[in-house]
């Protein structure tokens, strides 16, 4: 799973329907793997971002480069996209678990592939 | 010969060996690519635009190569832990996820620029489980849907209808949830070849602008 995808991911227990985003990322391996940039692609995720939970995100994953503002030019500027694309299509959780800050329900991850399944009696 | 669906739940019937068959079965596979590439061509998104793309019952990745040859991102998910190894196995290069459509996705609203899915919609009527109710399963999937889709965006399903009852149960639930759309039945006239797509429409787009 990519960071993008996780980005856009929030707990779906019944019931569970506020604060319960971002899902937090722990004991995650995180593996880099090049992709093709693109930066119409980027400009058309850029108003789906919730920017802000992206950089605490990166930041409780050691990862420093986002300025913690959106810079107010970033559908144009290259250096920004640039980082984005490594950080967002490059940079894939392998495995871990994601932990909802609401209920605190638990989705592991493993070979990248988040389990969404929930019990019964959470659906 | 009986349906896939009545014979077991899909963990089950495309479990290890079955997914395996499935995914290397290239007559199989150039169908399923087919109807994957007329389900994008009915997404119709504007030429050359790069979307973020849902595929649901993604299996082994076959219909996200369509997606990814088009251009777009795609996030997949299946209830078949077996059919997302082949996928891995394949190097699928979407993002997947396990999950059952019945239990509703979790994506944040406005997420996603379509949404496709292929020979998939006619389990979600199965109750494979006493506790499955197929309608209140429907109900859920396509409520969670509709609000992860941006306004304008479509979902296309090619399934294959058991009978009216279940095409009039799917469409209901549906539109209940706020979908528009309906049936587009390709190759009407030949039994083999026919082929269904249920088109829904998530609401329309703002000031006929796309929404960012
Ligand atoms: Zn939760």
């Known amino acids: ?123 | 010969m009986s349906r896939p669906e009545h014979q077991a739940p899909p963990e089950i019937v495309y479990g290890g060996e079955e997914a395996a068959k499935y995914a290397g079965n290239s007559r199989i596979a150039a169908i399923q690519a087919e109807m994957a590439s007329r389900a994008v061509e009915l997404l119709n998104l504007p030429e050359g635009y790069p979307g973020y793309i849902l595929d649901v019952g993604c299996g082994s990745g076959l219909s996200g190569e369509v997606l990814e040859e088009e251009g777009h991102v795609w996030v997949g998910f299946d209830i078949s832990p077996a059919m997302l190894e082949v996928a891995l196995e394949q190097e699928a290069t979407g993002d997947l996820f396990l999950q059952d459509a019945g239990q509703g996705i979790a994506f944040r609203p406005g997420t996603f620029d379509g949404c496709i899915s292929i020979s998939v919609l006619q389990w979600l009527c199965n109750a494979d489980k006493t506790s499955h109710h197929p309608k209140a399963r429907l109900t859920r999937f396509f409520s969670t849907l509709y609000s992860a889709l941006r306004r304008g965006a479509r979902a296309i399903f090619q399934f294959y209808p058991e009978n009216d009852d279940q095409i009039q149960l799917i469409m209901g639930c549906a539109v209940r949830c706020g979908f528009e759309g309906g049936l587009v039945v390709d190759y009407p006239n030949s039994k083999k070849a026919k082929k269904f797509y249920l088109c829904l429409f998530a609401g329309h787009e703002v000031n006929g602008v796309k929404q960012q």
């Open chain 1, 1 to 123: 799973m990519r960071l993008i995808t996780h980005n856009m991911l929030q707990c779906h227990v019944r019931g569970c329907n506020a604060n319960n985003f971002p899902l937090e990322l722990q004991e995650v391996v995180l593996e880099q793997e090049e992709a093709e940039m693109n930066e119409d692609f980027l400009r058309n995720m850029l108003g789906k971002l919730e920017y802000d939970a992206l950089v605490a995100t990166c930041h409780k994953l050691d990862i420093n480069d986002l300025p913690v503002t959106l810079p107010e030019d970033a559908q144009y500027n290259e250096e920004f996209l640039q980082i984005l694309h490594r950080i967002i299509l490059e940079t894939h959780v392998k495995s871990g678990k994601m932990v909802c800050p609401n209920c605190n329900h638990t989705y592991s991850i493993r070979d990248g592939i988040p389990n969404m399944l929930l019990a019964e009696h959470e659906v």
